[in-house]
Nanobody, 125 residues
Framework: QVQLVESGGGRVQPGGSLRLSCTASGFAFSFHAVAWFRQAPGKQREGVSCISYSENNRVYADSVKGRFTISRDRNTASLQMNGLKPEDTAVYFC????????????????????WGQGTQVTVSS
């Protein structure tokens, strides 16, 4: 069964850090690009970061550049989030695409074929 499971969410104070993980099972994870998206209450789901299957291409939304770092290994993708701000509060989702590259459309929901269930991140004092 193809499955993506996110973990690592929680509540932190502004300026704090969290590390999210996305664990894959049931398919050849290494052939796919992996992206992180987030969705805040009342807002559309937005792309946060993407890492290609080869790890050669890593892209970030402007809002998280310099604060978030994406990485991956055999069957897990991670998102290290430092310097968290209240506006980072959202449900975070990981997703895989079928092309593997994190192309120019990486931030579009329709580029991804499989999603996890999400993990809540709350940044509040």
């Amino acid at each position: 069964q193809v499955q993506l499971v996110e973990s690592g969410g929680g509540r932190v104070q502004p300026g704090g850090s969290l590390r999210l993980s996305c664990t894959a099972s049931g398919f050849a994870f290494s052939f796919h690009a992996v992206a992180w998206f987030r969705q805040a209450p009342g807002k559309q789901r937005e792309g946060v970061s993407c890492i290609s299957y080869s790890e050669n291409n890593r892209v970030y939304a402007d809002s998280v550049k310099g604060r978030f770092t994406i990485s991956r290994d055999r069957n897990t993708a991670s998102l290290q989030m430092n310097g968290l701000k209240p506006e980072d509060t959202a449900v975070y989702f990981c997703a895989i695409d079928e092309f593997g590259a994190c192309g120019s459309r990486w931030y579009l929901i329709q580029e991804y074929e499989k999603w996890g269930q999400g993990t809540q991140v709350t940044v509040s004092s």
